[in-house]
């Protein structure tokens, strides 16, 4: 039966391309992020005392980018080029914050996700790719 259908389908008259109504003369190219990129984007991030999920502050992981910048930007490169985010990346801790009012009441407190300053520095870094793409299409 299968062949039956397949006998009746024309044979195509042009290439794909033909077929295409509006073809795409930009198209976005992640160039790779090298250290000194993820040290620039680290001194930007606001420094608190919160512990992230494996608890580990991230004024600590700030203060030591210098020397986890090469790794980093590996697993960045890796990331941006794959467009896979490593799921160790992906975890938060979500504590809740009081905002007014009764602190017996559910409603009264807002959720925050405290991610790790490495998955600030990728998104910042995304960011701050697409907004120059962007700004140039």
Do not use: C
């Amino acid at each position: 039966m299968g062949y039956e259908i397949s006998e009746n389908i024309p044979l195509w008259q042009h290439s794909f391309s033909h077929y295409l109504k509006n073809k795409t003369t930009k198209s976005i190219f992640l160039d790779p992020v090298t250290p000194g990129d993820e040290i620039d984007v680290a001194s930007k991030i606001k420094s608190k005392r919160s512990l992230d999920h494996n608890n580990i502050s991230s004024n600590l992981k700030k203060a030591s980018i210098q020397n986890t910048a090469v790794p980093l930007t590996h697993i960045i490169n890796l990331s941006l080029t794959t467009g896979v985010v490593p799921e160790n990346m992906k975890i938060s801790k979500v504590i809740q914050i009081f905002k007014s009012g009764d602190r017996t009441l559910f409603t009264n407190y807002r959720p925050i996700s405290i991610i790790t300053v490495y998955s600030k520095i990728l998104e910042r870094i995304i960011s701050k790719k697409l907004i120059t793409f962007l700004e140039y299409v």
